[in-house]
Every structure is written in structure tokens, then in C-alpha cells.
Nanobody, 124 residues
Framework: QVQLVESGGGLVQAGGSLRLSCAAS????????MGWFRQAPGKEREFVAA????????YYADSVKGRFTISRDNAKNTMYLQMNSLKPEDTAVYYCAASRSSWTYNSKWSYDYWGQGTQVTVSS
């Protein structure tokens, strides 16, 4: 069974950068479409970014487009989220997710596997 582990979260000042990593085990990353979601206190889990199995296609929420970059290295079974120009409203727990098939990139219901999350806190 596929397991996902996020890392790279932390505390950063507004305008700063962080890079999140998602390490996959139990299967080839190339067989999985991947995404990042986040959840702030009192809010629903929301879509952040997604990337196709091959990496040929990427998708972003309007709120992060131009600031965040999703990428993957299938040979290393790792996905990344580079976050630049961070804002206080980016503060949330960030979750790595993977989908085996029938992928709707911005729907949490399309994903079969989830990591435990990593906290990102952006101070003003």
C-alpha cells in the first residue's frame, strides 16, 4: 500500500519561502497523479496544486498561482511544492495526496492516499 510522508513545513515570515517534500513508498510514483491540499483552522481542506503522472501538466489554485510551484521526481519517488512570497493566509496544514485513476485534480475525493500533513505558519 502506498504511504506518503510530508516534510519541510515550519515558521516563516511573510515574503519568505519554504519547500515542502512528499516522499512516497509502496509503489511507483509514476503511477500516481499527485496533489497538495491545505487546511486552516476552522476551514475546509482546499486544493493548492496538482501534477499529472508524467509531470507534463500542472494545476494551481488561483490564490497560489505565480507563487507556488509543484514538481515531481519519479526516480526519487518524491513530489515537491516550492512556496515563495508566502502570505499569512497561506498558514495551514499542508497535505500530500495521490490518485491512482479517474483524477479530478482539484477534488479531494479523487485522491486515494494522503499524508499526515506538515504545518506551515507564516507570520506577518
Amino acid at each position: 500500500q502506498v504511504q506518503l510522508v510530508e516534510s519541510g513545513g515550519g515558521l516563516v515570515q511573510a515574503g519568505g519561502s519554504l519547500r515542502l517534500s512528499c516522499a512516497a513508498s509502496g509503489g511507483a510514483l509514476s503511477s500516481l497523479a499527485m496533489g497538495w491540499f491545505r487546511q486552516a483552522p476552522g476551514k475546509e481542506r482546499e486544493f493548492v496544486a496538482a501534477i499529472s503522472k508524467s509531470g507534463d501538466y500542472t494545476y494551481y489554485a488561483d490564490s497560489v498561482k505565480g507563487r507556488f510551484t509543484i514538481s515531481r521526481d519519479n526516480a526519487k519517488n518524491t513530489m515537491y511544492l516550492q512556496m515563495n512570497s508566502l502570505k499569512p493566509e497561506d498558514t495551514a496544514v499542508y497535505y500530500c495526496a495521490a490518485s491512482r485513476s479517474s483524477w479530478t485534480y482539484n477534488s479531494k475525493w479523487s485522491y486515494d492516499y494522503w499524508g499526515q500533513g506538515t504545518q506551515v505558519t507564516v507570520s506577518s
